[in-house]
């Protein structure tokens, strides 16, 4: 049986207390990267986050830093985003396929 590795690293440098670290997180693109990273500033609590360095285009991974406020656990920051964003994206899909079901929307064909 394979060894499966993990989603989310926390990487070497962060504070005890996890109120600033940096996260990478594997298979990812920027693309998810800034739609959590506008998730986790909408929260007043985080001092700052940013998607960091990306080591090269061909590796599927980024770099998030958190920085909370009052000591706070960045990660607890990361996990409500997570589930904030999947809670956005479940809405949009939601939304999408109650508008196919009424059959309500412009058509377009493509002439040659």
């Given at each position: ?72 656990s960045s990660l607890n920051a990361l ?34």
């Amino acid at each position: 049986m394979a060894e499966t590795s993990p989603k989310i690293k926390i990487m070497a440098g962060a504070a005890p207390d996890l109120s600033a670290a940096t996260f990478q997180i594997f298979d990812e693109s920027h693309t998810i990267g800034n739609a959590l990273r506008w998730m986790i500033m909408k929260n007043p609590k985080v001092e700052f986050a940013d998607i960091g360095y990306v080591p090269h285009p061909s590796e599927n991974l980024i770099q998030l830093r958190i920085q909370m406020y009052d000591g706070l656990s960045s990660l607890n920051a990361l996990l409500e985003a997570l589930t904030n964003l999947d809670a956005v994206c479940e809405a949009v899909e939601n939304k999408y396929h109650a508008s196919l079901a009424t059959n309500d929307y412009e058509r377009w064909e493509e002439r040659s």
